[in-house]
């Protein structure tokens, strides 16, 4: 120890520098708010950003009456090791934004509407410009899904965390009529399955990613031409939120099940919604496949089966439906800029998700 004593900034925390942290990022949080059911902090924050008035968040779940008998709902997830590729890019908002997505993507497939979001943020060392860029990406994704960034939490954790490593988490709550709540317990044989397109490999099977490009001897600065854009562009492409189309949908349609489709791939998050005696029939060929799969697939010399259970395909999310609504409700998602097929149908027979 020095002569003059330890400190928190000899100990690996600049206050001073989380103090300039915080009042950079208060905007972004301010933009996304309901005004009508957010309670603004009752004090400005202050000088040097320090403080806001509170210790936690207050939100109005129901000022005009519009729900009857309200159930919360409430998920959490993270981004996971795409945070990895993150770091070799320097690109840190659009890993914000697939941090709601994992959350209110997960949350809409009980036919609620997601309210309010916080986010969590842990690092060895204090950087305020990562920090606003992934609250900036967060931002937009709650402005996306129509929630509220309402609050979180910057963690410094010196000897915690490696340099240059990070880790962020997010949780959600929501709302859905007790009458309304969609659960697949609806889902009927006959019943059409329609897929929603990703818009890449979303937030998923990053560990086998990594591995694949590691392995090629590539970086993410590296041009792919059958991609037209860079491994690191590719790979950082933001996962679709489907809040917005899915609760249009929702509220135009008859629904009888919502799968978001994550780690597990089309047939794991699919055959989480089937009732008993329901068999998920899914027709390969159906829907376009990205070009990112097949360059993975191709690069890592990926068995088809592994594919599928690690990845989306191409598929993000699945609606099942009777089949009188599967005209409006592609034309629906279309307008709404989601392309949408139907990429097979509810059978009865054995429980469980069959690709042919």
């Known amino acids: 120890m020095s002569d003059e004593g330890w400190d928190y900034k000899k100990a690996g925390l600049d206050l001073e520098k989380y103090a300039e942290t915080m009042s950079g990022i208060q905007p972004l949080l301010a933009r996304t708010w309901d005004t009508a059911r957010v309670f603004p902090p009752p004090f400005p924050p202050r000088k040097g950003g320090k403080g806001s008035g509170g210790f936690a968040s207050l939100f109005d779940i129901n000022p005009d009456g519009r729900y009857k008998n309200p159930v919360l709902v409430t998920c959490t997830d993270g981004v996971g090791s795409k945070l990895k590729i993150a770091r070799q890019v320097g690109k840190f908002d659009t890993v914000g934004i697939d941090l709601v997505a994992m959350s209110v993507n997960d949350l809409i497939c009980t036919g609620g509407e997601p309210l309010v979001f916080l986010d969590y943020i842990a690092m060895p060392a204090d950087d305020p410009d990562l920090t606003k860029q992934l609250v900036k990406g967060i931002s ?9 960034l309402v609050g979180g939490e910057t963690a410094i954790l010196p000897d915690f965390y490696a340099p240059g490593d990070f880790d962020t988490a997010g949780f959600c ?4 009529e007790r009458d309304r709540v969609i659960d697949g317990r609806a889902i009927r044989a006959g019943d059409a399955l329609i897929g929603l397109a990703s818009s890449g490999i979303h937030s998923n099977g990053y560990s086998l990613v990594r591995k694949i490009v590691d392995a090629a001897g590539l970086s993410v600065s590296d041009h792919v031409p059958d991609l037209g854009t860079t491994v690191g562009a590719a790979l950082l492409e933001p996962t679709r939120i489907y809040v917005k189309p899915i609760r249009a949908v929702v509220a135009a349609h008859a629904v009888t099940g919502l799968a978001n489709i994550t780690g597990g791939g089309v047939p794991d998050n699919l055959g989480r919604i089937l009732p008993p ?16 799969f097949t360059w993975l697939q191709k690069l890592g010399r990926v068995a088809q089966p592994e594919m599928d ?20 409700m592609i034309a629906r998602l279309s307008a709404d800029g989601v392309p949408a097929w139907v990429i097979g149908e509810i059978r009865d027979g054995e429980t469980g998700v069959e690709i042919v």
């Open 309 to 328: 259970r690690v990845f989306n395909g191409g598929i993000g999310f699945v609606v099942a439906a009777p089949p009188a609504e599967v005209d409006g």
């Open 277 to 292: 005696g329901k068999r998920a029939v899914i027709r390969r060929g159906t829907w376009p496949v990205l070009p990112v």
């Open 140 to 148: 937009d994704g709650c402005v996306q899904a129509g929630c509220s």
């Open 173 to 176: 709550a929501g709302v859905v």
